[in-house]
């Protein structure tokens, strides 16, 4: 019991740290876990366990694989939206706020389904009871 509390504390911890310090740290973590997906999707390694029913399995992995898919296209926006700024805020001589706001909530809702993906990538990871 104890366990499960103080696990669920430390990725409620973890999501907070995320979402309040969205960069640098959101961004690292965010990246850290999507590599470690990838890494065991090219592994062949399961990604869930094998007592989990195969249905519920796959909703799950469809889930997982589309925010994949979203987080994968938001990455670089955010990085681009946030170089054009710098970019064109350099060659005008004064700050340009389309950009900057494009890179920033692109950054935003990468880290937000990045921790959306990495709670359903846990729930899937439980053992059941």
Known sequence: MKKKVLNRILV????????????????????????????????????YRNEMDPE????????????????GILF???????????????????EEALFFFIGVIAMWLFVLLSAVGFILFLKGRKRPS
């Open 56 to 71: 519920l399995a796959e909703m799950h992995w469809k889930r997982l694989k589309t925010l994949m898919i979203a987080a």
């Open 76 to 94: 670089p926006v955010a990085t681009v939206g946030i170089i054009m700024h710098n970019m064109r805020s350099r060659a005008l001589g004064t």
């Open 12 to 47: 409620v911890f973890g999501v907070l740290v995320m979402m309040w310090m969205a960069f640098p740290f959101g961004m690292i973590f965010a990246l850290a876990f999507w590599i470690y997906l990838g890494v065991l999707v090219l592994r062949k390694k399961p990604v």
